[in-house]
């Protein structure tokens, strides 16, 4: 009698107990995995199967023994290690965010490379009419003037990583005031916005070494704070990360 009761008392501290040894804190986990995970997220099957895991029946049942014995299924070896699935949810979360705030940052027109103007009005009325947020870079050129290829080469480059931002070219036989811009003064940079012409750089190369290159370019109208903040690259970082996972 006395040693029953012993026993019933036993049973009841084993049930109210944690489990201890390796497989009790798994058995331990995988119940909080039960009671913390969300209903209506679980599959059925895969509610089952933790329920299952989770609550083992007495040891002398043929059917509990097979539990404990066996070995763990694919199932539940993703289930224990669905940490790891949900620090890429949230990888994943947290990228939508950033690119939802950068949609709503980039906000205005966007150009993405160099457009050739072929005559004065077009130039005018790119200039007029153009929303007044929006940069206007306008590069006049000729053929066969020393850096004008060069120029054109990084605009072009700078085009791409400034897409808010309207690059432009034109020839100066094209202007309708071909005298006003000979050889002596190509090539010719000239910065707008908002129809107010901003800065104006006569024989640009000049400021820069004879052999220049994109980042020279960038990097000098920066100086005079004609160009906006670069395109932020926080997203193709996060790609590469997830492919290296």
């Keep these: 009698m006395e040693e029953a009761k012993s026993q019933s008392l036993e049973e009841d501290f084993e049930g109210q107990a ?57 199932q539940e ?30 906000f205005g027109p966007r150009y993405g490379f160099v457009y050739e103007l072929e005559s004065g009005e077009q130039f005018l009325e790119t200039i007029e009419k153009e929303q007044k ?3 206007i870079v306008v590069h006049i050129y000729e053929d066969g003037i020393k850096g004008c290829d060069a120029l054109n080469s990084s605009l072009t480059c700078l085009a791409a990583e400034y897409p808010m931002v309207k690059f432009c070219k034109i020839k ?47 990097s000098f109208l920066n100086e005079y704070g004609l160009l906006p903040e670069k395109e932020m690259h926080v997203l193709e970082q996060s790609n590469v990360e997830e492919d290296m996972e």
């Design 18 to 74: 944690s489990h201890t040894g390796p497989k009790g804190v798994i058995n331990d986990w995988r119940k909080f995995k039960l009671e913390s995970e969300d209903s209506d997220s679980v599959p059925p099957s895969k509610k089952e199967i933790l329920r299952q895991m989770s609550s083992p029946q007495s040891r002398d049942d043929k059917d509990s023994k097979e539990r404990f014995s066996r070995k763990m299924s694919v």
């Design 77 to 106: 070896y993703e289930l224990i290690h669905k940490g790891k699935e949900d620090e890429n949810c949230l990888r994943k979360y947290r990228r939508q965010c950033m690119q939802d705030m950068h949609q709503k940052l980039s």
């Design 133 to 135: 947020i929006t940069t």
């Design 172 to 218: 100066a036989s094209n202007t309708g005031a071909g005298d006003r811009f000979s050889s002596d003064v190509l090539p010719t940079l000239l910065v707008y916005k908002g129809g107010e012409l901003l800065s104006n750089f006569i024989s640009f190369t000049e400021q820069l070494a004879e052999e220049f290159f994109t980042g020279d370019v960038e």
